[in-house]
């Protein structure tokens, strides 16, 4: 009797791993394709964070550069005119012979998805995401948290820029009846190469609007990291807005 069991699990366990087995075969694909080095892998999307009513915050790594850059989709969820490239970016990136050699690009696909699923400028939280970094030039209240980082967007985030240690960080943003592109902290020089391959004009920081705690008072001024804010034109159709800025966006991330 033992040995009849005994010949029938080996029986069983060859069915299941034999090279004739179609789900065999798969997942021995899938394995390979998982192993599989640069842009063959396929890429994941992994959670960083959760928003206050509980939405993802996803993360893609492609590449394996040492440049490192990374990309915010959008942090005020009535602005989502850069959405649209958010999705576009990860099939452009790698249709560039050389960059997954050169660049590491981490895309943040939206740092404020309640706001964008509610089409306001806030968290739930009525918090000004934008607004609640731990930057020199923080205040508190009036929409801008009681203390910086006291909302899980905004920590996620935080944390994010911290592991990642990017080069630059661009941020996808909306601005009415104009567009731009902004920079903080040593970004002259990505600020004038974008502008060069999109047209946009050249704003720095503190020439236009006061921003305590903003993302780029923390990472431009405190971190002394360049950061880009794409300002696009509020209400821009968003596949024209990708369209208008793709070549920027490249250049931004491939340095040139």
Not at 18 to 23: A, D, I, L
Not at 81 to 87: P, Q, V
Request: glycine share 10%; hydrophobic share 40%; aromatic share 6%.
């Amino acid at each position: 009797m033992r040995a009849a069991l005994l010949g029938l699990v080996v029986l069983v366990g060859c069915v299941g791993t034999h090279p004739r087995n179609p789900e065999w075969r798969q997942r021995k694909a899938d394995a390979a394709e998982a192993a599989a080095p640069g842009p063959l892998a396929r890429p994941q999307w992994r959670i960083v964070g959760r928003s206050v009513e509980g939405r993802s915050l996803r993360v893609l790594e492609l590449g394996r550069g040492p440049r490192r850059v990374l990309w915010v989709g959008g942090i005020h969820g009535d602005e989502r005119e850069g959405h649209y490239g958010t999705a576009q970016l990860p099939g452009a990136f790698l249709d560039v012979p050389g960059a997954v050699d050169k660049v590491t690009l981490t895309i943040l696909e939206d740092a404020n998805p309640d706001g964008s699923a509610h089409n306001t400028r806030s968290n739930r939280n009525g918090v000004d995401l934008n607004r609640n970094y731990p930057a020199r030039n923080y205040l508190p209240g009036d929409g801008r948290g009681k203390a910086p980082l006291d909302q899980p967007e905004s920590r996620a985030l935080h944390d994010l820029i911290l592991a990642v240690q990017p080069d630059v960080v661009v941020v996808a943003h909306a601005w009415r009846n104009d567009h731009f592109i902004n920079f903080d902290g040593p970004a002259l020089r990505y600020a004038e190469l974008f502008s060069r391959k999109s047209g946009f004009r050249v704003k720095a920081s503190d020439t236009f609007a006061p921003t305590p705690g903003s993302l780029g008072s923390w990472v431009g001024r405190t971190l002394g990291k360049a950061i880009l804010t794409l300002e696009y034109e509020r209400g821009t159709d968003p596949a024209a807005a990708w369209q208008s800025t793709s070549d920027a966006i490249l250049a931004v991330i491939l340095d040139g």
